[in-house]
C-alpha cells in the first residue's frame, strides 16, 4: 500500500513539473515572440493647381462715331464728263476723339425721315480710295464723296425724275441715319443705280 502511494505521489510531481514547465514555456514564448506589425497607406494629396486670373483691359483709343455725335452738310458740288460729286461732310460735334471706318449708306428721301426715292447709292472705292480709319478730334471734319451720272438721270431715268431736297446718310456701323438739304434731281426707279458713294476719309 506504501508502495502504492509513493509511486502515486511520484507521478503526480512529475504531472505538476510537466504542466509548470510547459506554463514557463508558453510564458517565454509569448514574451519573446514580436507584436504584428500594422501597415498604413499614406496616399499623398496633390498640390494645389495655381491658376492665374488676368483682369480684362479696355481698349485704348477713341472709340466709332456715333451718329449723335456726327453733323452732316453737303459741300460745294463740281463735275466732269456727266458726272456730278458731291462732298458729304462729317464734323465731331462732341467733346471726344471718335473714329469712323468704311462706307456710309447713302439715299435720297422726300423728307427728313421720309420716303426713300429710288435707289440708294451703290459703293465705290472713287479715285482709287480704299477704306481706312480716320480719327475725327472734336470740331474736325470727314467726308465721302458722293457721284451722281447725269447722263443716267437725263437718259435712262427720263420718265422717273423727281426732285430731291433732303439726303439721308447713315455713318458707317451706325444705324440711325444723319439728314441735309440736298438740291437736285433724282431718280424714282429703284431699278436703276444713278449715284455710289466712297469711303470716308479725312478733311474737307
Known amino acids: ?22 506554463m514557463l514555456a508558453t510564458a517565454c514564448t509569448s514574451a519573446s515572440a514580436p507584436a504584428a506589425t500594422k501597415t498604413i497607406t499614406v496616399t499623398p ?14 481698349p485704348s483709343g477713341p472709340r466709332p462715331c ?4 456726327l453733323r452732316l452738310a453737303v459741300g460745294r458740288e463740281n463735275g466732269a464728263a456727266g458726272t456730278i460729286y458731291h ?9 471726344a476723339a471718335c473714329t469712323t471706318y468704311g462706307y456710309p449708306g447713302v439715299a435720297f428721301v422726300t423728307s427728313q425721315g421720309g420716303h426713300v426715292i429710288g435707289a ?35 437718259n435712262q431715268c ?8 433732303t439726303i439721308q446718310l447713315y455713318p458707317p456701323d451706325q444705324y440711325t441715319a444723319l439728314f441735309a438739304p440736298f438740291s437736285g434731281t433724282g431718280c424714282a426707279d429703284k431699278s436703276l443705280v444713278v449715284m455710289w458713294v466712297s469711303p470716308v476719309r479725312s478733311g474737307s
Open 87 to 95: 462732298p458729304l461732310l462729317l464734323t465731331n460735334v462732341s467733346s
Open 158 to 165: 427720263y420718265n422717273h425724275q423727281l426732285p430731291v431736297s
Open 45 to 58: 494629396t496633390p498640390a494645389a493647381k495655381t491658376v492665374t486670373v488676368t483682369p480684362a483691359t479696355t
Open 120 to 154: 440708294p447709292a451703290g459703293r465705290r472705292t472713287i479715285s482709287g480710295l480704299a477704306p481706312r480709319l480716320i480719327t475725327l478730334q472734336p470740331g474736325a471734319t470727314a467726308h465721302a464723296t458722293l457721284a451722281m451720272s447725269e447722263v443716267l438721270v437725263s
Open 1 to 22: 500500500m506504501r508502495a502504492f502511494h509513493r509511486r502515486l505521489t511520484a507521478v503526480s510531481f512529475a504531472v505538476i513539473g510537466f504542466a509548470s514547465f510547459g
Open 66 to 69: 456715333r451718329t449723335n455725335e
